[in-house]
């Protein structure tokens, strides 16, 4: 299996896994939360800073990120990347750790984020442009991009409003279960109906939260992952698929590139989506989790709004999705796919608290960047 | 090198929407660019648009005062590329999916602009 899908599968795992200053972290620079998740990922995994010869990051306002946060630790790493596929980098740094680690090119990699938008707005110039060919007709970025496919999938599946909110309010429902979730509040399906309209169909309340929040997980090679300080969780499959950048682009509105990495992934772990247990799928908006269920495989085109309805994805529902409360009741400080992962983790060592998943033995990671135009999964067991 | 941007603006700003066409493939580009996509192809022409497209995906853009909302929509023309777009000419949350519309060039800002007016 491994060898036709050319991905070590279960060859390396990840062994540490941090958040840290979810909801609110003033008083300090975006690099300094992402180091701190970082040492804190290496002490769960029970690993010296000075071992980390590979670190992947994406800095939310700094190109050479990279390089900022090896000088920052003081690291020299052999492999570093800083890369822009918007939120679905960190599923692709798994990927890449992945094969690195199985070539032997690195030992252990460290992968980080940290972001700070409430507390320390980005002033100047940001990292992405607008398209020439979109930005005379004002859409919001990058909800409008999102509604527009939405507008889509409504049109062709009969897609309600009313199942959109599920989404929302089954995000609720496990941040509830999550004290480090920042959104926590009671939220209903008329709450999310009445809320203010931003981008047809799309209200404040579809939309995932600007809040501040750091994560970092740490990856080894499976042998040294068993003298690790915590049981590992193996990397199963991971893959990715790039559609386009604008939301013009977009070849199908309605299918992701998720239809393609999924399938790889789940191949890579010899498993089907109906072996998850847990399932943790950006939400950066509420048609977001509808789009990637259908395209990962855990229902039929089309059937993603039935899927959702009636508190199938909420906290005693057919399917565990996004049990930290998601991007949308929890955490999403710009790019929210490496908070993904560390949940998976805690869920796959049975460190969930009032939200664990009874047994849970397999999850899968979906990450999604741009308008989603970047699409990465990674699955993950138990070791 | 052709200058895919600018001389398509040259053409709007004389009152032309162009798209370029691959005279071996014969597949029509939009956005403009050096060569047509996935075929690779540069041996694109120049072609005046139709102007015909349909709606293919809309959202409304939702303002404090409701006067000041307006509609984003994606359009395919009927040579095939898609693009963004506003349609003009009809209630900002009047634009439905499948509307058949047909391109205008209009000012805004002191340039000239691609928009849609229903048919």
Known sequence: ?383 | MIQPETEWRAHLAQGRFMLQRSRSTGGYVFYPRVAEPMTGAEDLEWVEASGRGTVHAVTVVRKKDPADSYNVVLVDLQEGPRLMSRVDGIAADGVTIGMAVSARITEEGGQPILVFVPV
């Not at chain 1, 740094?93 to 992945?98: L, S, T």
């Not at chain 1, 013009?248 to 072996?275: H, N, Y």
């Open chain 1, 1 to 383: 299996m491994t060898r036709n899908s050319g991905f070590p599968g279960g060859k390396a795992a990840i062994v540490g896994a941090a958040t840290f200053g979810i909801g609110k972290c003033p008083g300090v620079a975006a690099v300094d939360m992402a180091a701190q998740a970082a040492l804190l990922a290496l002490a769960d995994a029970g690993i010296a800073l000075s071992e980390v010869d590979a670190l992947y990051t994406s800095a939310p306002y700094e190109a050479l990120g990279g390089l900022e946060l090896a000088e920052y630790l003081g690291i020299t790493p052999r492999v570093t990347d800083c890369n822009r596929t918007g939120g679905s980098a960190f599923e692709v740094y798994v990927q890449q750790a992945a094969l690195a680690l199985d070539a032997g090119l690195i030992d252990c990699a460290l992968i980080a984020y940290g972001s700070n938008p409430a507390s320390n707005p980005p002033t100047g110039v940001g990292m992405t442009r607008q398209s020439a060919w979109e930005a005379p007709y004002r859409p919001l970025a990058p909800i409008s991009s999102y509604a527009l496919a939405t507008s889509r999938h409504m049109h062709l599946y009969g897609t309600t409003r009313e199942q959109l909110a599920e989404v929302a309010v089954a995000a609720r429902r496990w941040a509830q279960l999550n004290p480090e979730a920042a959104a926590r509040d009671p939220l209903t399906i008329d709450d999310v109906l009445a809320a203010r309209m931003v981008s047809d169909p799309l209200t404040v309340r579809d939309c995932c939260l600007f809040n501040d929040g750091a994560a970092a997980v740490v990856m080894v090679r499976a042998d040294r992952a068993r003298d690790c300080a915590t049981r590992p969780v193996p990397v199963l499959g991971a893959a990715h698929a790039v559609t386009h950048r604008e939301i013009s682009s977009m070849p199908d509105l309605t299918v992701t590139g998720a239809a393609i990495s999924g399938p790889t992934a789940f191949a890579q772990a010899g498993i089907r989506p109906a072996d998850i247990d847990v399932c943790m799928v950006y939400d950066a908006f509420t048609i977001t989790p509808i789009l990637f269920l259908e395209d990962l495989g855990f229902c039929a085109k089309g059937e993603g709004g039935a899927f959702v309805s009636d508190g199938n994805i909420a906290p005693g529902g057919g399917l565990a999705v996004n049990t930290n409360g998601g991007g949308l009741s929890c955490v999403h400080p710009g790019m929210y796919g490496l908070f993904l992962l560390v949940e998976a983790t805690r869920q796959l060592r049975g460190e969930a608290g009032a939200r664990q998943v009874k047994d849970a033995q397999l999850a899968v990671a979906h990450g999604n960047g741009g308008v989603l135009s970047s699409e990465a999964t990674v699955v993950l067991g138990r070791g």
